[in-house]
């Protein structure tokens, strides 16, 4: 599924950052305004999104937002992220990977059986898994980018082969399903969650990466002689910001809560420097250049093919390392893990978190927010004892809200002459 849009090769999300260095508060409230009115509402949708169904949850069970609940949450959504990670940075070069879920299934059957059934050692059947995510990445990059074949067909494909290929690894062992020993590393890591100084000190050092990179970009904005933000400001933000997320970290321990969970900071540390990589690296702009008009691209010299096939690459072996955290969180893989909740879950994610069908717009956060909003309704209807059917419709409407505000979105900004 091939589909361009022309775009600016540069991010909006950038220009804007540029305009509100140089005209502080007032300047940002402006451009907010302005981005509004254009059609470039970001985050804001998904953000209010989940404030709404807390809010609903809330009054209809009492118990939704407890510290339990709400680091439990956290702790489910983790794995099918990774997934929907990969799924974002392929929706921005307008294509589409249908089959992370069979990736996961492959890589989690991979890692059991070798670490299990055959006796491999724990760090060799890890590779292994993982080695399993970057062939299926390259096979497809091979096949896009040496026939012309639509990404929707060659990773429908994949999903079917490689969901004989996860049965036929685990058919290997004396059953469908194979248990990982407790005392597992992977499966250690699954089950954990660290203490609080631990969660808080991370964040700490995130925020002085933040304000370091911020300092950076100060300095080498003033010395080509452009406006920047005040050394105080870029302080007093990431004080602000260590505050506003430590308040969330602070309540899952409290009451009972288990806290934050390894899958958690993998998850979100991964989403930091995927976000880095989108936003800083001449690769990521390649990535935002490709999604919003290949041919131009093309044109301007970038190595198209290597982009493509480095995305699936990408994707995949996120795929991979989210099966394995399916596996180590269950303590078990089966014919059955990652299978369609978890695939379709993934790719809705990324959807719903804010990221473009039509390429060159979206964020990595896109797969966290996204997925927090999935897992939300998923907990709330539990809670509720609602039914399976009544949890897809629900989802179902919702992702169909996303693509049409995304359209909607998108005709506003060609209206505006965004576009």
Known sequence: MTITSTNATTPLDLQDERLIAGRGLKGAISTAKDRISSGQLGPLP??????????????????????????????????????????????????????????????SAVFTVGAVNQGWPEALALVAALVSGVLVGMIYGFFYTRFGVPSFLITLAGLLALQGLQRLVISTG??????????????????????????????????????????YGRRRRLSFGLSAPSMKSLV?????????????????????????????????????????????TGWGRSVYAIGGNVEAARRAGIKV??????????CSTLAALGGLMLAARAGSASVATAAADENLNAIAAA???GTSLFGGRGRA??????????????????????????????????????????????????????A
Do not use: K
Not at 189 to 207: I, R
Not at 305 to 314: A, C, E, G, H
């Open 46 to 107: 998904v953000i209010v999104g989940l404030l709404v169904i807390g809010g609903i949850f809330q009054i209809l069970n009492p118990n939704y937002l407890s510290s339990y609940n709400v680091s439990n949450l956290l702790w489910q959504s983790a794995a099918v992220g990774l997934m929907a990670l990969g799924v974002v940075v392929v929706l921005l070069l307008g294509e589409i990977d249908l089959s992370v879920g069979s990736v996961a299934g492959l890589s």
């Open 174 to 215: 004396p059953a469908n399903s194979i248990a990982l020993p407790r005392d597992t590393f992977l499966v250690q890591v699954g089950q954990t969650f660290v203490p609080l100084g631990v969660a808080l000190g991370l964040l700490a050092l995130t925020m002085l990466g933040h304000l370091a990179v911020g300092l």
């Open 236 to 280: 007093i933000t990431s004080v602000v910001i260590f505050v506003v997320l430590s308040l969330p970290i602070l309540f899952t321990y409290s009451d009972g809560g288990r806290g934050i969970a390894v899958l958690v900071l993998i998850f979100v540390g991964l989403t930091i420097v995927l976000d880095i990589a989108l936003r800083r």
């Open 305 to 314: 093919d290597r982009v493509y096939i480095s995305v699936f690459v990408i």
């Open 351 to 353: 959807v719903i978190g």
């Open 365 to 418: 956060w896109s797969a966290l927010l996204g997925i927090l909003v999935i897992y939300a309704i998923f907990s709330g209807l539990n809670m509720l004892s609602l039914p399976d059917p009544v949890r897809y419709i629900i989802i179902g409407g919702v992702l169909l809200v996303a693509v049409v505000m995304d359209s909607l979105s998108r005709r506003t900004r060609q209206a505006s002459g965004r």
